[in-house]
């Protein structure tokens, strides 16, 4: 699957929509105090004043939240004019969806692959079992047939193994996102509007991939929580 | 960071208050335009016309003028029919909500459809209107404290207030003449007031027991913003039980003792009833207590209650707000240790009952230094003076309690927002249609935790007409949830073909009722196993029905291409699959579908020859 890479601005100096001031901020023109509409550019990441990167320091993102949300929230324009409000309503909501889609790892992950055009569904395979996992997977499948003893033993064994794989898988992962995140950093980002790097999206289909493998261990996790239940 | 914001400035000088409206009692605070010697914006509580902090929330009509508060609540017993108490549970419900929910109350409720009326003398009223009775007499009270006139509050409502409630509670402002700024959340209310003290940081649940109400909220705070991480609740459950569970007691001793059935008699009913509300209050300070009760000019009922006969009493009301505090921490993907403070709010955290189970729950000692009866209010007036642009350090981002999505084919609720979803927002999902040639779709807007539409609340139907007619599940409709800072909800639906768009703004006139919230809540605990095997069964049924249809239509094929014996196990398959379908039982259906599956493989295979044949014949 290719996948046209999409440069994300970086912010242009503008000037208010309403008075025309130099703007200090985005989304606020301190000489007339009108708020700036959304431009069509904004995403998740820009709204949030990151770059598009997968490893985001939380801390900071936390921090930014608060910010924006302390600037931006409705409350702070409850008795400014109908625009005004209309106009906070719009941007706390983006902030709001962009906090809650950065905040972890995997939604930022699945947000990060649709914004740059990759659509994890497009090349979804029928998932097998890693081969790491299979002789104990299909020994705990003989024994839940024969005997639920033997199978709550077989059902221990296989959680930690379990768990040890995708303990490495998630260290695979987190480092195809850090070369992913260097690669990007290395992009002139004047250049790079509009353009699409080969290199990234070689990167960014490895990282599909993984992705994938994420979701079939995800349910494959929840498969065996569920026979835990059962079982033990 | 720190920015300078413009166009917010208060358009006028009117005070903004911030009002409790209690199940109980009710009370209105204020935050002086001035700030203390020390920079801080404090909250005072606003004395009633009768001199008091409280107003309790009871209006009586005296020659069909309403009285409220002290004055009122001295005529519960004396003139039980003319008195109206704990309206606040009647809010924004129907007559059928109450059945089994309310314990019997002396004054009269008219059965009927729709809203809840009250019969006072020759009178009815609703309960917006009692209300509104009480919100003018803390209106007037405001005045009379501040010296001006007030016409701007913020008034607050349970977490799981719902829609229904929460539009009457406007309602009720705006009869008694007060433009409602906002509804808040008590426990988060409460919070503002907790976190005045900006030492106080970090997360913290708020454990609120109301006098009908009980709601448990889990926030973070950090440096004024106050943002809330997850709530949940019991609407049904309050202090009121207590005193219904001791009042029920005494109905049950009166009968044994003397055969009277003291229900039946609405003053020495409501005598009980406040016979069992100084029995609570008394145990809270002191370690037994003596029920006295006048059932008639010669005998009196007395009954001693120790604090541990009281606790035994009321423990299984208790032991239901555990289930909501751990479901509260689940969402908010926190454990008990986890949390830096308990704080506990409301009259009844008085009882070392309450403290205990609290205790019991968090695995620590609750914290009980807020004013259980004022904090509420303190936090409505905080709340005030940040939408009146006074205070800029505090913010309150705020969550939806119940999700919200609409219904799709086979009868299950599609979320589209889930609860804790922070506010303001808007989501955004593509569905399509299920019939071919389909032009129109119903748009039936939900809300609730459970799998089944019959299950959950209907806020509202509308229809997106003008569809191109398509076969089935080739259109694609944008349903759009967007909900403001207010918490009012906006549902369009748009034709992404044909750019056809509806929408409309949810405002149900009767909408999610508290027992309604309730049942839904408790039952979605309950059976969230059996609602994940419905909708597994539904999914495997529309699967294998698919199957079912391409196999029948292709039959004639089959028969054509395919020796006989082959085309015949193929029909045998389809007559397995309809007779499966007939049944529940997912792993038949399944088994079935697969079999004529793999039945059908090798007419596959030919007919896809066949059109390849077609193609290249039709090409020459």
Redesign the interface.
Known sequence: MRSGLVAVDQASPRNCNSCGTALATGFLCTHCGRLQPLGSEENYFSVLGFAPRLQLDTVLLEKRFYELSRALHPDRFTTSDAENRRISTERMTLINDAYRNLKTSALRRSYFLKLFGFHSAANQKNPRIPVELAETWFELQDALAESPTEAASKLRGFEVELGEFRARKLQALLAIEAEVDAALDKLDPAQSAGTRSDAIAVLAEKLLAEVQGETYLDSMTQNMEHMKKLLL | ?S?????????DNTPIVGIDLGTTNSLVAYVPAAASESGARNPMILKSREGKNLIPSVVSFMDGKPVVGYAAKEHKVRDAVHTIFSVKRLLGRGFDDLKGSLGTLPYKILPGQGIIRIQVGDRVYTAVEISAAILRELKLSAEQALGMPVTRAVITVPAYFNDSQRQATRTAGRLAGLDV??IINEPTAASLAYGLDRKRQGLIAVYDLGGGTFDISVLKL????FEVLSTNGNSLLGGDDFDQALANQTIHDIRTQWGINAAENATLHAAILEAAENTKIALSSQDHFTLEVKVDSERVFRHEWTVEAFEALVQPILEKTREPCLKALADAGLKPSDLSDVVLVGGPSRLAAVQKIARDIFGRDPNNSVHPDEVVAAGAAIQAD????RN?DF???DVVPLSLGIETYGGLMSTLIPRN??????ARETFTTFADRQTGVDIHVLQGEREKVADNRSLSRFKLKGIQPMPAGMPRIEVSF?I??DGILQVAAKDLKTGSEQSIEVRPSYGLTDAEVERMLLASMDHAEADAVWRRLVGVKNDAEAVLVAAEKRLPDAFRLLPEPDARKIEQHINELRTALKTEHIESIQRASSHLNQASIRLAELLFKDVIAQSVDGNQ
């Open positions: 960071m920015l300078p914001i413009f166009g917010s400035q208060p358009t700024l906002r950090n440096d004024g913003i940040i939408l009146a642009g800029r913010l309150l981002l979803t922070r506010i303001p927002t808007v967007l403001d800072a």
